[in-house]
């Protein structure tokens, strides 16, 4: 993958939100606030992070859905069109959106048979109704769905079922790159299971890329390649799976890996922890320097002043935005 170019590359992208009113004024919201990754062909990269991090911003934005204040998203090596076109229509084919609720990503009033033709019937009107016909057949029977469910309304179909409706959605068109906001968030852990496979099934047949959200280090531990850690709209740590959940460098990752319940109640009461202390910091009014310092049991004086860049922390890929870990070995 080194080799090729990147199919997605994110470069400082910042997603402001005005703040106030007509009466006051007030700083923006900081929701994405530089933060930069790339994916290639056949890769699937987990965002991680606490709720209000900026996951789902990031990946708004990704999609054309939610426009930068600044930065770029380049798509193929283009960037990604923001306006209603026929450069927009194409983006539209190549990367489709997976939602958390699956039932409300569906339109109550269409059946499953018809909400699934209607992406087909906006981006591929040549094909006759039959064609049309058989790709709903197709994709159907490869999220393992029988073909009956087709003529079901939203309603009538579990949370499960739902979820496997919306990826079928997801894939008619035969997308390039998937973005999955927490797929598999609402669902039991045993649908979960079934949903993760489903994917590893559909990126291992057609090659598609996954931008994956989540905050269940658990489930990225089963679907991705490289994960990206998020705090407070900027990244504090990148590589492979393997590296950063096995050896965890930056305090904020450690603190979620170590917030993970054990099973063992002897273990889960002995074994250290690092835990964080005091409130997430408003968006709209960052700490200065590395952002983290407020809640992080490593900071220095010198943690205010500069906010951290990332760095290498091996030779597989493995990078974090903290000097003091890189300078003392303080986390390991």
């Not at 835990?275 to 010198?302: I, K, M, N, Q, V």
């Amino acid at each position: 993958r080194g080799m090729t170019a990147p199919l997605l590359q994110v470069r400082d992208a910042r997603v402001h939100f005005p703040a106030g009113g007509w009466l006051r004024a007030a700083p923006p919201v900081r929701a994405v606030d530089g933060v930069s990754l790339t994916l290639h062909a056949g890769e699937t990269l987990a965002v991680v992070g606490e709720s209000g991090c900026g996951k789902s911003t990031l990946a708004r934005a990704v999609l054309g859905l939610q426009r930068l204040t600044s930065g770029a998203v380049l798509f193929d090596g283009a960037p990604v069109p923001d306006r209603p076109g026929p450069a927009r229509s194409a983006f539209a084919r190549a990367a489709q959106l997976v939602f958390q609720d699956p039932v409300a990503a569906l339109n109550p009033r269409m059946r499953i048979d018809a909400a699934l033709a209607e992406p087909l019937q906006t981006h591929a009107p040549e094909l006759a109704r039959p064609a049309r016909e058989a790709r709903v057949a197709d994709v159907l029977a490869q999220v393992g769905l029988d073909a009956g469910i087709a003529r079901r309304f939203p309603h009538e179909v579990s949370g499960g079922q739902a979820q496997r409706v919306g990826i079928a959605r997801a894939m008619i068109l035969r997308p390039r790159l998937l973005v999955c906001d927490e797929p598999v968030a609402s669902l039991d852990v045993s649908i979960q299971a079934q949903i993760l496979s489903l994917l590893r099934a559909l990126r291992a047949e057609h090659g598609v890329s996954m931008l994956f959200i989540s905050h269940d280090l658990s489930v990225v531990r089963h679907i991705a390649d490289r994960v990206m850690v998020m705090y407070l709209g900027r990244a504090m740590e990148v590589g492979p799976v393997a590296s950063v959940l096995g050896r965890p460098l930056h305090p904020y990752t450690r603190a979620l890996i170590d917030a993970v319940p054990r099973p063992d109640p002897a273990t889960e009461r002995t074994r250290p922890r690092i835990l964080l202390g005091g409130d997430l910091p408003s968006p709209s009014a960052p700490p200065s320097g590395c952002r983290f310092r407020t809640r992080c049991p490593l900071a220095e004086a010198g943690c205010a002043a500069v906010e951290p860049a990332f760095a290498p922390a091996g030779p597989d890929g493995h990078e974090v935005a903290c000097p003091v870990v890189l300078r003392t070995g303080a986390v390991a």
